[in-house]
């Protein structure tokens, strides 16, 4: 039975409702699958970068060994194992000179020719025979000249010197070439033929302002040193790639060319400076180098020479002309060698080994000095066996 007590009233019981708690019904959590997709998400990504950045490489640095050379080498032009090639570049130096006076001039123009014979025959040209520039200008040559047998491809050649046949300044032709008139309307005249690889000189007629001769000997001699670095730096230029250029493998010859008038009371002095040289192929001379260095062991790899600064060479019978077939030479001093690494052959040498194994097949190649291995992803041990998926790269700096 309810009491008084026990009945609330009304205005209480809002109170009393008021003052309780508010309880809210908590849901069950959920589990976390955005989160976990995007881990996995990251998981296989990183997965995928590892297997796209894969690779197998070898960074190979090439061995090197230094060489005492004292041998005599013979060489050949164009062929052989030990090939010759001869270039030459040529400058000219002009200084304008206070005349001294004048005096009256009547000179003959003369100069250098080559003449070639294309003939299964020697051609044996006398004294005076004569040779024409295209404009028609005739040259002749003092004493006989006989011009070696020769082929359309490799011409007999023979040098000689020729003189102009009229005094003048109009004989100071630059390089050309030359026919023989005596020839024309024969086989001959394709077959027997000449060219200049300078200008002929020395041509003059009239009043010419002359200078002192003391005076003019001290500018020429300054004009040859001047031309020297030139005529360095116009040979270095003509060096074929892949071919070296040796100290004392060049020699340089100086033409005194006719001064002519410059402004009044004063004349231009000329001096032309020619610059032949003949060079190797680098590969070529460094094989030839290392075969005939005793107690090498040398096997015939490939090798180039990395300097040749500390290297002499001296020829046996002079610097050879274009139309030489072999050139004899002494080599001394230190050559620095350093082995040509093959990256093919390098890749098929590893390829499906285990890293250790291939580390000790490399130590059997000479060209290798030293060898790192890089196998990506890390847990990778073996390279592929396709040697086109092995990557070596060539370190010559070290």
Not at 155 to 173: C, E, H, I, L, Q
């Amino acid at each position: 039975m309810r009491t008084v007590n026990d009945i609330v009233p009304p205005s209480r019981r809002k109170e009393d409702l008021s003052s309780e708690p508010l309880r809210i019904r908590e849901k069950p959590p959920r589990f976390p699958y955005a989160t976990l997709v995007v881990a996995l998400a990251v998981i296989l990504g990183a997965i995928g970068a590892l297997f796209y950045f894969s690779s197998a490489k070898v960074e190979v640095t090439p061995n090197t060994i230094s060489a005492a050379v004292q041998s005599t080498f013979t060489s050949t032009s164009g062929t052989g194992d030990l090939p010759f090639q001869v270039i030459t570049a040529q400058k000219i130096a002009s200084q304008a000179v206070k005349s001294s006076g004048t005096k009256l001039v009547n000179s003959y123009a003369s100069g250098s020719i080559t003449i070639m014979n294309t003939q299964a025959k020697a051609q044996t040209l006398i004294a005076n025979t004569r040779f024409a520039t295209p404009e028609g200008l005739i040259f002749r040559i003092h004493s006989t000249v006989t011009v070696p047998a020769g082929t359309t491809a490799k011409p007999g050649t023979a040098a000689a010197r020729v003189y102009a046949d009229k005094a003048g300044p109009a004989y100071n032709v630059a390089a050309t070439t030359f026919t023989i008139p005596g020839f024309a309307g024969t086989p001959l005249a394709t077959k027997v033929f000449a060219k200049s690889s300078s200008a002929m000189t020395g041509g003059a007629s009239g009043q010419q302002p002359v200078i002192d001769p003391s005076t003019e000997a001290q500018t020429r001699a300054a004009l040859k040193t001047a031309l020297a670095p030139d005529l360095e730096s116009a040979l270095k230029g003509q060096v074929p790639e892949g071919y070296v250029l040796l100290p004392g493998a060049a020699t340089t010859t100086y033409d005194e060319l006719s001064s002519d008038a410059a402004t009044t009371g004063q004349v231009e002095v000329k001096e032309q400076g020619t610059v032949t040289a003949v060079v190797f192929p680098n590969a070529a001379l460094a094989k030839a180098i290392a075969a005939s260095v005793a107690g090498f062991g040398y096997q015939g790899e490939a090798m180039t020479l990395t300097s040749t600064a500390e290297l002499t060479l001296v020829p046996t019978d002079g610097i050879p002309t274009t139309d030489s077939n072999s050139f004899a030479f002494t080599l001394a001093g230190t050559a620095p060698l350093m082995y040509t690494v093959d990256p093919t052959r390098i890749a098929a040498a590893v390829s499906g080994k285990t890293r250790q194994a291939a580390e000790v097949a490399l130590t059997n190649y000479p060209e290798v000095k030293r060898a790192i291995i890089i196998l990506r992803p890390f847990w990778r041990q073996t390279f592929p066996q396709d040697p086109a998926q092995i990557s070596v790269v060539i370190d010559s700096q070290n």
